[in-house]
């Protein structure tokens, strides 16, 4: 027994089964995370290694090239770069995109703990570039009070009071802050009084370390009791600081307070941040890996309510970012765009079905299967992000197709005179096995999609899924559902006697006790009991299961009869007009037939011609790796000279945004100057001469103009280098980056300056950069070792007093309640703040005759490189650019003329990298991803055919698919990129389904008798209606989506535009190349026995659909 049978005879265990799917559906939908994108999981990895004070050549030396030594050995390492700048290394490790991250994270992690770094460094970081690991949201915590004092009490507030409240949130991973003050205790050293009492600074902060501490001393039992001895000696008050003995000789006690200043201040600042240019503290919050993002932020905002009651006048909290916003809305628009898709393409059906009834039976298909993939996403992991929401707005328009089909086809049966049960099982069957081909080599195609690499892979995985689970379910409910409704009521009159038959069964049913009485034997009794017991019994049960839907059914079937004489009257004129223009269509597709068929040469001549013509459109028609996302915020990026103090970054910056707030295009602007809590992967960033204003719109579309405009004013500062970026979703690399390498520094510094002069002067390049720049002004202190062993010291001992001189050292932690607040020693800014104090340092302070650091020293003031890059550990200049004008294939074509210019010698190597060689990666794997795709469809229609040359005759509507697509992309200004391959493939799989539905009917006619000629007509005719239905509603299903409207639609836009205008050329060519290349080339033998069959009461013909009687 087949699944058809099955569900027309068992149709209450159909509507259980369905119900029971959508119950779990929606409970997994419940439970599914949201997020913006799929969990883009890079393989890529960041070393970074602090080495406070340390220039870039010296990075270079003692960390960046030990690590790169010791980490290339591992397993999957593709390509190995590095910035080595002031105090920092990055090695950026880029894998292959098979490779384990975590386990391959662990390994490095293995190769870092056996290589010795110089004391002072930090242990190296191992950071993973994940956007969805970027804060979901950004607060600005603000005071009235710019004072010291004031940012001072705001950042303490910030992060012992509100980071705990949204720490303690569930979800919520971390809070990092950044701005503000921090406190800090300092002891501010006089190192004349310190000099004359023959003491170190290192002895200082030795004392200070010494005397805060407490010991527990063990236990004392005394009689019946145990006492727990501690000593006490931490400073719980800062007074005790100065109280501090730190010289004492010949009864002359020297304390702290003699020799220094203990002052209650704050920490050097590294960052600044600001709200609509006034100060503030900045909490970047980030969720847990597998948090729901807008759950987490909905109750991240809730609890800012309660924040901000509690803050009075104090304090203002303001949200700078929120990314649950742009994803709500991203998601919303992609859920209207299903929705409005979904009700076209119903609408479609009603025209073309004129009843009501059959098109929400069809229409089920809809509902019933996207409830269904929401139980399989959960499943499988997937969340709900614009990808995957996207697969499910694509596929709304393929969801009807089987239906469709099965539904027609039972149609037809139905007019034969069949029974409605009889028509449902026979009509069913017969297009079963067409209608699971079309899904199968629909499906198909995704599978090659798990070979792609590069960010085409990650990205569309969720997407192909979510379209493969909704074509799974789609096909059973083809199966089950439709035709188990087709069977009850195909028609719009109610079945009586069926309903008196099972009422007859009901009642019978339900009396059990006749059947005992009419036996006339005691014996049955008890039986006759038992049957009552168990009748009341299962009552309730017959009642929910069985009585209910049945009742419910019959009233809901004579509603949608009264609703279907309503929209009868209603829509008449609408379908009337339809129904006349789709008749022309076919009566001028008949003509049309019949004459290609006789004409067939020069038929499929003239669409070879028509295809080659779009091989002269396709050069005009731009490339990139991915489209930009409009997010309505951008960055602008600021660069001054390096060696630029902070409070100069950060006045310029804040300059800039005062004066971009006039814009009332522009909504707010949020700026960091220097590091802040930009935990980020990107080695450019960070730098006290660097600062990033974020810069946030009313109205996305403007997004693009309001660049432009920002762009023309910044290139009117002097001094400083600005670029317009927008946030790093999928990349951090920009679209053109150049990397010339070469052994002779002086070279690459001469030829690197001339390509981004170049490059500046061409408008088709904005925000050139050259990481050959100038770097930050240096003091190389070189020790003339002779002297020093001489005098008896060393050089890491002078080193240290270097260091507590100009940066100071931490000498212990002071104990305030729960926090812990440090104590710095260095020395009075009145001794350090000019290099000839550091001159007359003495390094020597135990000692009676004094030795200054100038006199065992040659101190040189140098400028060395801002940083150093090195890939595949050999030295480089990377220059790089945004695009202006054009494509990227442009811009790198024109990036390369620019190049040739320049004439480079030979130990000069240019190579393109970031964004462009990601985008061969990732067109290589889907031209692949596509020839295995148009493979496997053809391996599964010659299986159904049982044939080597009809799949091959159906394949040439691939072409023709791929001809409208590039007419589609033309007209409508779309670039190729990843998507529109992804579009493609997808178009492979979709476009072959009515050449299949088309071919199966005409060998279907010929089995029967029919011959060639005239199977081809009839078939085509007969197949007309269902393969339109079936084309408008996939199309008018992804027209809201290629209409480009909401947040996200740029990833969503050349997908639809690729589908719908391949379809809609492929559709039409289709019904006319087919039929010719059939005639032309199939030479497959059939039992002819009736050559005159015409018509369609012919023997073996089904006659067309009538569709007010489907």
Excluded at 527 to 542: E, G
Excluded at 772 to 787: D, S, T, V, W, Y
Excluded at 992 to 1012: F, M, P, T
Aim: glycine letters at 6%.
């Amino acid at each position: 027994m087949s699944i058809v049978d099955v569900a027309i005879k068992r149709p209450v265990t159909v509507w259980m089964f369905t119900f029971a799917v959508m119950l779990f559906g929606l409970v997994g939908l419940s439970r599914l995370a949201v997020n913006l994108l799929p969990d883009l999981s890079y393989p890529t990895l960041t070393v970074r290694s602090n080495y406070t004070g340390a220039a870039p050549a010296e990075i270079e030396q003692l960390i960046t090239k030990p690590i790169e030594e010791a980490v290339g050995v591992v397993k999957g390492l593709r390509k190995i770069s590095s910035v080595s700048k002031a105090g920092q290394s990055d090695v950026l490790l880029e894998f292959e995109w098979d490779v384990a991250m975590d386990i391959t994270s662990l390994e490095v992690r293995e190769k870092l703990d056996l290589i010795s770094l110089p004391l002072d460094v930090q242990k190296p970081l191992i950071l993973k570039f994940n956007p969805s690991l970027d804060p979901i949201i950004r607060l600005g915590l603000q005071t009235s009070d710019n004072s010291v004092a004031g940012l001072t009490k705001l950042r303490t507030y910030a992060e012992y009071d509100v980071k705990r409240q949204l720490e303690s949130l569930l979800g919520v991973a971390s809070v990092k802050l950044g701005g503000g003050l921090e406190q800090e205790y300092q002891v501010i050293i006089d190192q004349h009084k310190l000099a004359q009492l023959n003491l170190s600074s290192q002895e200082i902060i030795n004392r200070i370390n010494a005397e805060n501490i407490n010991i527990s001393a063990g236990k004392l039992i005394e009689g019946n009791t145990q006492y727990l001895v501690r000593t006490l000696n931490q400073f719980t008050d800062i007074r005790q600081i100065g109280e501090l003995v730190v010289y004492r000789e010949n009864g002359q006690i020297i304390t702290l307070n003699d020799i220094a200043t203990i002052v209650d201040g704050y920490k050097e600042r590294t960052d600044v941040t600001r709200i609509n240019a006034v100060e503030a503290v900045e909490l970047a919050i980030y969720k847990e890996g597998d948090a729901n993002t807008v759950q987490v932020a909905k109750l991240i905002n809730n609890k800012l309510d309660a924040i901000n009651k509690s803050l009075g006048d104090r304090y203002q909290l303001t949200v700078v970012y929120d990314q649950s916003t742009f994803i709500s809305n991203a998601i919303s628009e992609v859920k209207s765009a299903a929705l409005i898709g979904g009700l076209l393409a119903m609408l479609i059906l009603y025209l073309f079905l004129r009843s009501i009834i059959p098109t929400l039976i069809i229409s089920l298909s809809i509902p019933v299967s996207v409830i269904a993939t929401f139980n399989m996403m959960y499943g499988n992991g997937i969340s709900l992000n614009i990808m995957s929401l996207g697969g499910i707005a694509l596929a709304t328009g393929l969801l009807v197709d089987n239906a469709i089909v099965v539904l027609e086809n039972i149609a037809r049966y139905k007019e034969q005179g069949l029974s409605a049960v009889e028509a449902a099982r026979k009509g069913t069957k017969e297009v079963s096995g067409a209608i699971i081909a079309s899904t199968l080599t629909t499906l198909a195609v995704f599978v090659p999609l798990i070979f792609v690499e590069g960010v085409a892979g990650q990205l569309f995985a969720d997407q192909a899924m979510t379209v493969a689970f909704a074509l799974i379910a789609s096909l059973i409910v083809a199966l089950t559902l439709i035709p188990m409704l087709a069977s009850r009521q195909a028609s719009q009159e109610l079945d009586e006697s069926e309903a008196s038959s099972n009422a007859g069964n009901i009642a019978k049913n339900s009396t059990p006790i006749n059947t005992a009485i009419d036996d006339g034997k005691s014996g049955f009794k008890a039986l006759v009991w038992y049957k009552k017991i168990t009748f009341i019994l299962t009552l309730p049960l017959k009642l929910v299961f069985i009585w209910l839907p049945m009742l419910i059914t019959r009233i809901v079937l004579l509603a949608f009869h009264g609703v279907n004489k309503v929209a009868s009257l209603v829509m008449k004129p609408l379908t009337a007009g339809f129904n006349f223009i789709f008749d022309k269509f076919a009566s001028f597709y008949s003509k049309s037939l019949t004459f290609a068929l006789k004409h067939g040469v020069a038929t499929l001549l003239i669409s070879l011609t028509f295809a080659a013509s779009a091989l002269f459109i396709l050069p005009k028609i731009g490339v990139e790796l991915l489209p930009p996302l409009a997010q309505g915020e951008f960055y602008l990026e600021l660069e001054l000279a390096p060696g630029t103090p902070l409070a100069v970054t950060d006045r310029t910056i804040n300059k800039i945004a005062q004066q971009l707030q006039q814009d009332k295009r522009i909504k707010s602007t949020y700026s960091l100057t220097g590091r802040g809590s930009l935990m980020t992967s990107n080695a450019d960033k960070g730098g006290e001469h660097q600062a990033r204003l974020q810069i946030m719109l009313h109205d996305s579309q403007n997004e693009a103009q309001v660049m432009a405009d920002i762009r023309q004013y910044t290139q009117k500062l002097v001094g400083a280098t600005t670029q317009l970026n927008q946030p790093e979703l999928f990349t951090f690399s920009k679209p053109i980056s150049i990397e010339l390498a070469s052994y002779d520094l002086d070279l690459l510094s001469s030829y690197s300056k001339r390509l981004t002069k170049l490059m500046q002067q061409d408008p088709q390049f904005v925000d050139v950069a050259n990481s050959q720049r100038q770097g930050q002004p240096e003091l190389a202190i070189h020790f003339n070792q002779k002297k020093i062993a001489q005098l008896g010291l060393n050089s890491p001992d002078i080193a240290r007093l270097v260091a507590v001189k100009i940066g100071g050292n931490i000498a212990s932690k002071y104990t305030l309640l729960d926090r812990k607040i440090d104590i710095l020693v260095r020395s009075d800014k009145k001794q350090r703040d000019s290099i000839g104090d550091l001159r007359e340092l003495v390094v020597n302070p135990n000692d009676d005759f004094p030795i200054t650091l100038e006199s065992i020293s040659n101190i040189v003031e140098t400028v060395g490189p801002a940083q150093i890059n090195r890939i595949n550990q050999q030295r480089v200049a990377v220059i790089s650019a945004n695009i202006a004008m054009g494509d990227q294939n442009s811009a790198l074509a024109r990036a390369n003329e620019l190049i040739k210019k320049l004439k480079l010698p030979l130990t000069v190597i240019p190579t393109f990298g970031g964004q462009s060689e990601e985008m061969q990666q990732s067109f290589t794997s889907m031209l692949m991803a596509l020839t295995l795709a148009v493979f496997l469809v053809y391996l599964v229609m010659a299986s159904q055919f049982e044939s080597l040359l009809q799949p091959l005759l159906i394949l040439f509507s691939v072409p023709l698919a791929a001809v409208g697509s590039i007419y589609g992309l033309y007209f409508f200004g779309s670039n190729i990129s990843v998507i529109v391959f992804t579009g493609l493939i997808m178009l492979a799989g979709i476009v072959v389904n009515n050449a299949i539905v088309l071919l199966d009917r005409i060998n279907q006619l010929r089995e029967q008798g029919l011959d060639k000629i005239s199977s081809i007509k009839q078939a085509a005719e007969s197949r007309l209606r269902p393969i339109i239905m079936t084309t408008l509603t996939t199309a008018l299903g992804l027209l809201p989506m290629a209409l480009g409207m909401g947040e996200g639609s740029e990833l969503r836009t050349p997908m639809a535009i690729t589908v719908i205008s391949g379809l809609l050329c492929s559709t039409l060519l289709t019904l006319v190349v087919l039929p010719v290349l059939y005639q032309l080339f199939d030479n497959k033998k059939f039992a002819e026995g009736v050559e005159t069959v015409a018509g369609n009461n012919a023997p073996g013909i089904n006659p067309l659909v009538e569709p007010q009687n489907v």
